[in-house]
C-alpha cells in the first residue's frame, strides 16, 4: 500500500540518491553527494524537506519529492519560503495517483513550515499541481537569448566562401547595435569582473527595490548558490556608472562559447537592466562568448528591459510558475510582484 513520510533527508541520504540517480535526468552526470549536501544540508536558508513515497515498509523508497529553502523579501518583510524540486517517482509508479499524493504531502508540510512556497516545473505537471492546490501563476519563466558575434555555431552552415564575408559583417553589425544602444540607454555602464567575497555585493543588495520579491541576493547567499566547490565555474561582474558607482551585478559561466547568465540584479531594474545588460554584452564579447542565455519570470517593466537589451525569447515549453500565497498577503500571487531568475531554481 503506498504511503507518503517526512524524512530527514541526513540520515536517508544514499536512499534519495538512488531515487535521483533512477529517475532525474542528467543525473548520470552529476554529483548527487554535492546536490544533496549543497542544496539541501548546507543551505544557508535552512535545513531542506524531504518527502518519500514508500510501496509498503518492507520497501526501499520509489519516489520522492524535496523542499528547497529560500529566503524571499518585499522590501524589510523577511519570508521564509521553499522551492518544490527534485520531484523524482519510479517509472512502476508514474500515475497520477502517486504524483498527487507526494505534492499533496508537499503543500502541506510547506504550509506548516513556510510562509511560501514556489515551484518551477515544466507545464506538463500543470494538471497534477493545480490538483494539489497549488496556484498557476500568470506568466511563463522564460528563456532569452542574443548572438553576440559572427562566431555563433550556426553561421557555420553557411557556405564558407559567404561566411567568410558573412561573420565579419554580423559581428560589425552587431557592435553597431551595441554603440546605438549604449547612446540611447541610461545609465551609461561597463562591465568589470569581481568576486563572491566583494562587499559590494551586500551593499547592492541593501538597496533592492521595496516593491518586487526578491530572493535573498547577499553575497553569502550567491556563493553558496554559485560560489562553492561542486557548483560549477561561475563567475560575477559588477555593472558600474562612469563615475564608478555600481547599480548591479551578473553571474555568468561560459558554457561551449554562450554566456550564460545564472543571475542579474539591479537595485533598480526597471530602469537600468538593458543599460546593463548592454554593457554586459561586450564584456562577455571579451571572454570569447558568441551569444548570451537567460532566465526571467516576473514584472513586465524588467521583461521589457530584456528586450529592449535585444534579446528574445527563445523556448516554447516554457516553465510555469506555481505558487501558494499566506492568506494575510494575496499579493503574492501576482505576477508583476515577482522577480525570478536561474538563481531562484533549485541547483543540478
Same mark, same amino acid.
Given at each position: 500500500?503506498?504511503?507518503?513520510? #517526512?524524512?530527514?533527508?541526513?540520515?536517508?541520504?544514499? #536512499?534519495?540518491?538512488?531515487?535521483?540517480?533512477?529517475?532525474? /535526468?542528467?543525473?548520470?552526470? /552529476?554529483?548527487?553527494d554535492a546536490k544533496l549536501r549543497l542544496g539541501y544540508l548546507e543551505n544557508p536558508a535552512g535545513e531542506g524537506l524531504g518527502l518519500a513515497l514508500r510501496a509498503d515498509d518492507a520497501n526501499p523508497l520509489v519516489g520522492v519529492i524535496c523542499l528547497h529553502p529560500r529566503i524571499i523579501y518585499r522590501g524589510a518583510l523577511r519570508m521564509q519560503a521553499a522551492n518544490m524540486a527534485d520531484f523524482a517517482v519510479d517509472i512502476g509508479f508514474r500515475t497520477l495517483g502517486p504524483a498527487l499524493m507526494l505534492m499533496k504531502e508537499a503543500v502541506a508540510l510547506a504550509a506548516r513550515r513556510t510562509m511560501l512556497l514556489y515551484g518551477l516545473p515544466n507545464r506538463n505537471s500543470a494538471a497534477v499541481c493545480r490538483r494539489a492546490g497549488l496556484n498557476i501563476m500568470s506568466g511563463n519563466m522564460r528563456r532569452y537569448a542574443r548572438v553576440l558575434t559572427g562566431a555563433h555555431p550556426r553561421t557555420q552552415?553557411?557556405?564558407? /566562401?559567404?561566411?567568410?564575408?558573412?561573420?565579419?559583417?554580423?559581428?560589425? /553589425?552587431?557592435?553597431?547595435? #551595441?554603440?546605438?544602444?549604449?547612446?540611447?540607454?541610461?545609465?551609461?555602464?561597463?562591465?568589470?569582473?569581481?568576486?563572491? #567575497?566583494?562587499?559590494?555585493?551586500?551593499?547592492?543588495?541593501?538597496r533592492r527595490p521595496d516593491d518586487l520579491l526578491l530572493g535573498e541576493r547577499s553575497a553569502d547567499m550567491l556563493r553558496w548558490r554559485f560560489g562553492r566547490a561542486g557548483r560549477g565555474d561561475w563567475s560575477i561582474c559588477l555593472a558600474r556608472r562612469t563615475d564608478g558607482e555600481a547599480v548591479g551585478f551578473l553571474v555568468w559561466r561560459l558554457n561551449g562559447g554562450t554566456a550564460e547568465v545564472g543571475d542579474f540584479y539591479a537595485t533598480d531594474p526597471s530602469r537600468v537592466t538593458a543599460a546593463m545588460l548592454n554593457a554586459f554584452y561586450r564584456f562577455a564579447r571579451a571572454q570569447a562568448a558568441h551569444s548570451i542565455s537567460l532566465e526571467f519570470f516576473g514584472c513586465s517593466a524588467i521583461a521589457e528591459q530584456i528586450a529592449r537589451a535585444g534579446l528574445r525569447p527563445r523556448d516554447e515549453d516554457a516553465i510555469v510558475v506555481l505558487a501558494t500565497a499566506a492568506d494575510n498577503a494575496p499579493e503574492l500571487a501576482e505576477t508583476e510582484r515577482w522577480y525570478l531568475t536561474a538563481f531562484d531554481n533549485d541547483a543540478n
Open positions: 500500500m503506498l504511503a507518503v513520510e #517526512e524524512i530527514p533527508l541526513r540520515q536517508y541520504a544514499s #536512499e534519495v540518491q538512488d531515487v535521483w540517480r533512477r529517475n532525474l /535526468a542528467g543525473m548520470g552526470h /552529476a554529483d548527487p552552415a553557411w557556405p564558407p /566562401a559567404l561566411g567568410l564575408w558573412l561573420r565579419p559583417t554580423l559581428t560589425l /553589425a552587431l557592435r553597431a547595435a #551595441e554603440s546605438w544602444r549604449a547612446l540611447v540607454l541610461r545609465p551609461r555602464l561597463h562591465c568589470s569582473p569581481t568576486s563572491f #567575497e566583494d562587499p559590494v555585493i551586500d551593499a547592492l543588495w541593501a
